[in-house]
T-cell receptor, first 114, second 110 residues
Framework: DTEVTQTPKHLVMGMTNKKSLKCEQH?????MYWYKQKAKKPPELMFV???????INESVPSRFSPECPNSSLLNLHLHALQPEDSALYLC?????????????FGSGTQLSVL | EDQVTQSPEALRLQEGESSSLNCSYT??????LFWYRQDPGKGPEFLFT???AGEEKEKERLKATLTKKESFLHITAPKPEDSATYLC???????????FGTGTQLKVEL
């Protein structure tokens, strides 16, 4: 199994809503990532979890709240988002410290904030 | 500041017309140079990792090479199904950071 599964695939929310994005992998990877990608732009790193601990927060606004409940799951809680937060949100995982470390990406959640 | 630059931004090829995509980088503590393919609305799909200057890797019609300052993705006799955005990224193990270039949008026409 070399899959990173993200749900939902599409999400439309209002600026006052609270929603969560979910990511799951069963490859035994101990590093998990959230990236944000706007149309025709490269993915931008938001958060990195290493061994279930937050290791990188790229100065992301607090309306985005990550959570890593266990080594297979990664959540991104969303609250009071702005229309400019509309983007493709990508989850990735890797096996940190491995010689041939590479990031595996999920298909993403396309988020629209109205 | 880590920087990855790709050229050209867009490339249109006829089927069978070989070409190369360029990725130049200045990444401190670089542990690997990654190439990904991304289709519209999908996540990036891993293609190659290159670790040291002189290294080459091949997969079907794609061949990636690495020098001390840049990487090339050579596409030999492309087909329409090779149409996608190709992203390169520098990986720094300290902090597990992947810095992406802006991508090359490739379109292969019949």
């Amino acid at each position: 199994d070399t899959e990173v599964t993200q749900t939902p695939k599409h999400l439309v929310m209002g600026m006052t809503n609270k929603k969560s994005l979910k990511c799951e992998q069963h490859m035994g990877h101990r590093a998990m990532y959230w990236y944000k990608q706007k149309a025709k732009k490269p993915p931008e790193l938001m958060f990195v979890y290493s061994y279930e601990k937050l290791s990188i927060n790229e100065s992301v606004p607090s309306r985005f709240s990550p959570e890593c409940p266990n080594s297979s799951l990664l959540n991104l809680h969303l609250h009071a988002l702005q229309p400019e937060d509309s983007a493709l949100y990508l989850c990735a995982s890797s096996r940190p410290g491995q010689e041939n470390e590479k990031l595996f990406f999920g298909s993403g959640t396309q988020l629209s904030v109205l | 500041e880590d920087q990855v630059t790709q050229s050209p931004e867009a490339l249109r090829l006829q089927e069978g017309e070989s070409s190369s995509l360029n990725c130049s980088y200045t990444v401190s503590g670089l542990r690997g140079l990654f190439w990904y393919r991304q289709d519209p609305g999908k996540g990036p799909e891993f293609l190659f990792t290159l670790y040291s200057a002189g290294e080459e890797k091949e997969k079907e019609r794609l061949k990636a090479t690495l020098t001390k300052k840049e990487s090339f993705l050579h596409i030999t006799a492309p087909k329409p199904e090779d149409s996608a955005t190709y992203l390169c990224a520098g990986f720094t193990g300290g902090g597990n950071k992947l810095t992406f270039g802006t991508g090359t949008q490739l379109k292969v026409e019949l």
